[in-house]
């Protein structure tokens, strides 16, 4: 695998939204030149126009970050590999609730505050595919765009064994948000970094804790992401196994 000036690997950045990944952006700016990092927009038109660049254009970054689904290291011609971090599914979901009504340009922000909408319709709204197992429905993508309601609304066991073994054989680094500070002292002996300090980006106000919301919510949440909730178990197994080897 290439390094780039400062010594780092080269990765892929999946950006699972509402799982630290705006602090972790920091980091990174900290350890690859500003003009080899592409950051996605965030849209699924970004992720096609990153598709439909030039092969010798991709291959010159060394760190493509943004939200997006599994599927991007097709785009290299070097052996790339994935980072990413997960989070607990019910501290995703209130997380990505809460951030929704701050942020007006959100694409929900409207129909939330339009309906005056609580956590709890909020989760039970349909209104987006990310309340149903949405880190498995980008963990699972093989297109690099996610699963979305256009593809299927409910996954299934095939889909829970693909991000398993994506995050296998593709992922350098897979770690959870609470344990943010491991998963940088992991970086530095996998990936190179030297600079790991950082400042919390892109944190609400308002904490709602799991032990605040009411039983149905806390059942509807989960209900919703029991793949999730599996993937992220396996996640954390996975980053343990391989902790002590990255720590040495």
Known sequence: MLNNEHGAKKIIFLHIPKAGGTTLYSVIRKNYDANKIYTLAGTRQAMIEFMKMPREEINRYY?????????????????IKYITLMRDPIKRVISLY??????????????????????????????????YDGQTRLLASESGLGITFDDKKKLDRGDAELAKQHLRDHFALVGTLDQFDEFLIAAQRRLGWKEVSYEKKNISHKKTQITDIDDHTF????MNNEIDFELYSYAQELFQEKLTGYTQ
């Open 98 to 131: 809460f951030y929704i009504l701050r942020t007006p340009q959100h694409y929900l922000h409207n129909l939330l505050t339009g309906a005056r909408m609580g956590l709890k319709e909020f989760v039970e709204s349909g209104a987006t595919h990310e309340l």
């Open 63 to 79: 760190c493509v970050q943004g939200h997006m689904g599994f599927g991007f290291h097709n785009y290299f011609d070097d052996d």
């Open 219 to 222: 059942r509807t949440i989960s």
